[in-house]
Nanobody, 124 residues
Framework: QVQLVESGGGLVQAGGSLRLSCAASGRTFSSYGMGWFRQPPGKEREFVAAISWSGGITYYADSVKGRFTISRNNAENTGYLQMNSLKPEDTAVYYC?????????????????WGQGTQVTVSS
């Protein structure tokens, strides 16, 4: 079992930045690939970014490429999502998730563990 807790969400103006954190506990965090998803108000959950267990491979949704950066610190059992140049359309509840594979996963069903989510609101 892996428990995930997100933090770092909040209200920010368009063009601003936020850094989300995902603190993991339970089994060895470094054994799991990690991803970030988001659910905008009234919409389906969507993939944002993913990172391999070692951190050596990353992948992004086209909508955030060049603005968001996913990273992880396995020694601290923490994953991160640095979000720059935020837009109102980035407003959503952001979730981190972990899966047991070593590579990248972009579909929600591929993930075994989920955090409770953190709200990000970007004002125009």
């Amino acid at each position: 079992q892996v428990q995930l807790v997100e933090s770092g969400g909040g209200l920010v103006q368009a063009g601003g930045s936020l850094r989300l954190s995902c603190a993991a506990s339970g089994r060895t965090f470094s054994s799991y690939g990690m991803g970030w998803f988001r659910q905008p108000p009234g919409k389906e959950r969507e993939f944002v970014a993913a990172i391999s267990w070692s951190g050596g491979i990353t992948y992004y949704a086209d909508s955030v490429k060049g603005r968001f950066t996913i990273s992880r610190n396995n020694a601290e059992n923490t994953g991160y999502l640095q979000m720059n140049s935020l837009k109102p359309e980035d407003t959503a509840v952001y979730y981190c998730a972990a899966h047991g594979g070593s590579g990248i996963a972009v579909r929600g069903f591929q993930y075994n563990y989920w955090g409770q989510g953190t709200q990000v609101t970007v004002s125009s």
